[in-house]
């Protein structure tokens, strides 16, 4: 089954620093999705990543997807405290399969 | 365009009890999947309902089930409730379910089990 890894699991940033997230699968994404989540709520979608070397932009936030390294990263710059929550990766299990596997998350806080 | 909306928000029950909760998905979504959130767990799929019919399962008992009516709506039951089945439920919404189309979620429901 797809396994994903995020790192770090937590992140302390001070108000207007850049950070950067990873999520590594341990096997071949097709698709990886980024999502937000503030603590006990339902979980926001952010981005979706489909073909390799793809690059996308929402506001401060950037993703990446680099397929050969199996791996996605998602940037913020000049961070916020509304950028604070639960990050998660996610991705499809299998090609045909509709169910997604998500990573363990990371906890980012930004200090004002 | 409404979300994804999940009913109750919150939820007690005693154990062995059963409950239900419900989940209405974006207006012309089809897929509706289902998944269980703990904190020593993470986020884990259970099913997905597509047309009124299960496309896909995880590995939960068969304690946990489903449906899904002709409006699209999904309910998720579990019977006999466990203290271990405390957690947030959410459910995602998509058009087709097809692999990489965008999936949204609901707010979750909080199911604590006394």
């Known amino acids: 089954s797809q396994e994903l890894e995020q790192s770090p699991q937590s992140l302390i940033v001070q108000e207007g620093k850049n950070l950067t997230i990873n999520c590594t699968s341990s096997?071949?994404?097709?698709?990886l999705y980024w999502y937000k989540q503030k603590y006990g709520e339902g979980l926001i979608f952010l981005m979706m990543?489909?073909?390799?070397?793809e690059e996308k932009s929402h506001e401060k936030i950037t993703a990446k997807l680099d397929e050969k390294k199996q791996q996605s990263s998602l940037h913020i710059t000049a961070s916020q405290p509304s950028h604070a929550g639960i990050y998660l990766c996610?991705?499809?299990?299998?090609?045909?399969?509709?169910?997604?596997?998500f990573g363990a998350g990371t906890r980012l806080t930004v200090k004002p | 365009k409404a979300g994804v909306t999940q009913t109750p928000r919150y939820l007690i029950k005693t154990r062995g009890q059963q409950v239900t909760l419900s989940c209405s998905p974006i207006?012309?979504?089809?897929?509706v999947s289902w998944y269980q959130q703990t904190p020593g767990q993470g986020l884990q799929f259970l099913f997905e309902y597509f047309s009124e019919t299960q496309r896909n399962k995880g590995n939960f008992p068969g304690r946990f089930s489903g449906r899904q009516f002709s409006n699209s709506r999904s309910e998720m039951n579990v019977s006999t409730l466990e203290l271990g089945d405390s957690a947030l439920y959410l459910c995602a919404s998509s058009l087709m379910g097809q692999m990489n189309t965008e999936a949204f979620f609901g707010q979750g429901t909080r199911l604590t089990v006394v």
């Open positions: 990543l489909q073909k390799g070397g």
């Open positions: 096997k071949t994404l097709y698709g």
């Open positions: 207006s012309g979504h089809r897929s």
């Open positions: 996610g991705a499809d299990a299998g090609y045909n399969n509709n169910d997604m596997r």
